[in-house]
């Protein structure tokens, strides 16, 4: 039985507004208890964001709230039920290990989710145990806070505690429980659920849910037609999922397993399993050991994008248009929005790498010329754009090619055509480029450390490294390294 309150010092204040949804979206439980709970890492920025008080979290009630030993004052604890696509095939999903708390109401009166992962069994589960092991939740600890500091939207990690307890997979390991923030937990899979499962009205139900949370500035919208704001949701939807994509792209981030249950409406990242950091340039770059037929490779990422708004568009089509073949029309016309909007994200972003201002119609063909020369020599993806900016164009492998001299002479000649000084343009790329991401030899070195060894020294210097990646400190470089060569690929895993 968990305890009923933690310390109120510490500034929790919950609401729950995904509880007064009809119960056919969660099943309402407790974490299971576990032994003995150790705080590992707490993200005292986030905390403070949130209006939460770190020291007091620190204290043993609250990590008692990390554990799911205790609940703060106003916490629901429920599992929520979901559906979803996972490499292509639909089934039925759910919190199989997590629980959603409720929703931290911030000192701005912004609304947040506090969920539980690794908290243990739900009806959800499938045969799994409901645990997670150390690794894979300081893995999504330190790739949250990342991306979060590459200014990309994505869910946040506040802590990760270990249990006390073991977890069985191929071998025996720690577990532990990671406290997740996200602005909302609901997924393109939750619509495919209710759309599945459940009755108009719940489809209906949960869109309005979302708009309120969401977008409420399309509330006042009509409910039907081609002004409805079940459309708008549509169009809203696959607009923030363009622009994600868009900014994974300029920085090489391969999620790694997009499932339509790892869409969320909010437009975040989330599910942090097998992602990694794309070193040299190959838009077939797959890291996770369970696409072993690429679905999910780097340059795929855009186009299963789109994948996963139809089956979303899918799931609102009686909401669209009383007449199926025209809510199938309105639908079809907003996804075919995706491709101009990504494309105009992501040209943006990559003509602020390159330090261009403005827009001229040959900046097309000399981005993509550059990425033709990374892949054809192995260029790493972070250090090309990092030796554009800094002047240091001998690094790059294509270095002395006549490819890269005639490359060269097109970009200078870009640059001077433009009024902006030369300072505005590497101010502009410094911005854009940044010093450090989460290499994955470097994750895996702090994981290996913090795992093996009990040493979190090694993550707290990768986070501190990653903390301000635009930052181009002289401590940053050793973080730019690339990995030793290795005769076998890098891998990731799931982590369940």
């Not at 009755?199 to 209906?204: A, G, P």
């Not at 339509?260 to 797959?286: H, K």
């Not at 164009?393 to 870009?414: D, N």
């Amino acid at each position: 039985m968990n305890e009923p309150s933690a310390n109120p010092n510490a500034g929790w204040n919950f609401d729950h507004s995904y509880a007064r949804l009809p119960e056919f979206f969660y099943t309402k439980q407790e974490a299971k208890p576990v032994r003995a709970p150790q705080l590992i890492v707490l993200n005292d920025k986030l905390a403070a964001e949130l209006g939460l008080n770190a020291e007091a979290l620190r204290s043993e009630e609250n990590v008692a709230v990390f554990a799911g030993n205790r609940l703060p004052p106003g916490a629901e604890p429920l599992a929520q039920a979901y559906a979803g696509h996972q490499f292509g095939y639909f089934t039925m999903l759910g919190d199989g290990r997590a629980l959603l708390l409720g929703e931290q109401i911030t000192p701005g009166g912004d609304r947040f989710d506090i969920q539980l992962k690794g908290s243990g069994r739900t009806p959800y589960s499938r045969g799994g145990d409901g645990r997670a092991a150390l690794g894979p939740m300081l893995r999504e600890y330190i790739i949250s806070e990342a991306m979060h500091a590459l200014g990309i939207p994505t869910t946040r990690s506040l802590a990760v505690v270990t249990t006390g307890e073991t977890v069985v997979r191929e071998q025996d390991l720690r577990g532990a429980i990671l406290t997740r923030v996200a602005s909302s937990h609901v997924r393109v899979g939750t619509f495919q659920y209710a759309a599945q499962f459940g009755e108009l009205t719940d489809v209906r139900t949960l869109a309005d849910y979302v708009i309120q949370r969401h977008y409420p500035q399309l509330a006042e919208l009509a409910d039907t037609g081609e002004a409805g704001r079940y459309l708008a949701l549509l169009r809203e939807a696959i607009q923030r999922q363009a622009a994600l994509i868009a900014q994974w792209q300029l920085v090489g981030f391969i999620h790694g397993v997009m499932n339509t249950d790892n869409m969320t409406l909010s437009g975040e990242t989330i599910d942090y399993g097998p992602c990694a950091f794309m070193d040299a340039y190959d838009p077939a770059t797959v890291f996770s050991s369970i696409d072993r037929h690429g679905r999910y490779a780097y340059g795929n990422q855009p186009s299963i994008a789109v994948w996963n708004l139809s089956r979303f568009a899918e799931s609102l089509l009686p909401l669209l248009h009383d007449e199926e073949e025209q809510a199938v029309r309105l639908a079809e016309e907003a996804l075919k929005g995706f491709a101009g909007q990504f494309e105009a994200a992501w040209l943006k972003g990559m003509r602020s790498k390159l330090g261009l201002f403005g827009e001229q119609a040959e900046d097309a063909a000399l981005i993509h010329d550059l990425l033709g020369l990374m892949h054809q020599h192995h260029a790493d993806y972070t250090n090309t754009f990092l030796a554009l900016t800094f002047g240091r164009l001998e690094e790059p492998p294509m270095a002395y090619t006549p490819e890269w001299a005639e490359w060269l002479e097109r970009w200078r000649a870009r640059l001077a055509g433009q009024p902006e000084t030369d300072d505005a343009v590497r101010e502009l790329m410094r911005r854009s480029n940044p010093a450090v991401i989460p290499r994955n030899h470097r994750v895996e070195e702090a994981l290996e450390a913090a795992v093996k060894r009990e040493d979190y020294s090694v993550m707290e210097r990768l986070l501190q490294a990653l903390a301000q990646p635009f930052a181009h400190t002289p401590e940053q470089a050793d973080y730019a390294e690339l990995p030793p060569a290795s005769d076998r690929p890098y891998r990731t895993f799931c982590g369940t």
